[in-house]
T-cell receptor, first 113, second 115 residues
């Protein structure tokens, strides 16, 4: 089955700096890659996703890039703010009938003033 | 608010007992997914139902079972509970059976504590 690895496990940046979180996946059939943000004690919330027919997607301060050949994708957050502090999860799935989302282990992002 | 409703919010029970977690998906969503999140851990996929039928199975223990009813709500049954079953259990729903075509939206979870 699919295996998703995520790095780093923790990341501390100063407010205004950029943050990058990287994930690799194992199943070449995977073609959908969402990112979820989970604040302490709350539910995971979808923040951005990308499908394999595009290489990059942007939404204001966040962007995701996908390299299908290398089987890795990354989340980029620019101009970080304290409210960006949370745990971020990447995930992967495919369009098969059993298209469960497999999640990475999460990155705890701390944005300091 | 995601529109996915999970009850109860908290559950405290003893080892060996059985509990039922309930999930109501967003209006119109046909798929329900169950995930387990242990302390400081990631999200482990347990099982998916689509329109009443089991669609995919993950690392779900034999002591655990689930079903989706005709009104599309789902229940996760956990039996012979062990201390290690203490976790946050999330339900998510999506419109279709494939997450590719319809993103997952998570409920607020049920925190299970086994003592």
């Amino acid at each position: 089955g699919e295996n998703v690895e995520q790095h780093p496990s923790t990341l501390s940046v100063q407010e205004g700096d950029s943050a990058v979180i990287k994930c690799t996946y194992s199943d070449s059939a995977s073609n959908y890659f969402p990112w979820y943000k989970q604040e302490l004690g709350k539910r995971p919330q979808l923040i951005i996703d990308i499908r394999s027919n595009v290489g990059e997607k942007k939404d204001q301060r966040i962007a995701v890039t996908l390299n299908k050949t290398a089987k890795h994708f990354s989340l980029h957050i620019t101009e970080t703010q304290p409210e960006d502090s949370a745990v971020y999860f990447c995930a992967a799935s495919n369009t098969g009938t059993a298209s469960k989302l497999t999640f990475g282990t999460g990155t705890r992002l701390q944005v300091t003033l | 608010d995601s529109g996915v409703t999970q009850t109860p919010k908290h559950l405290i029970t003893a080892t060996g007992q059985r509990v039922t977690l309930r999930c109501s998906p967003r209006s119109g969503d046909l798929s329900v997914y169950w995930y387990q999140q242990s302390l400081d851990q990631g999200l482990q996929f347990l099982i998916q139902y689509y329109n009443g039928e089991e669609r995919a199975k993950g690392n779900i223990l034999e002591r655990f079972s689930a079903q989706q009813f005709p009104d599309l709500h789902s229940e996760l049954n956990l039996s012979s509970l062990e201390l290690g079953d203490s976790a946050l259990y999330f339900c998510a729903s999506s419109l279709y059976g494939s997450s590719y075509n319809s993103p997952l939206h998570f409920g607020n979870g049920t925190r299970l504590t086994v003592t």
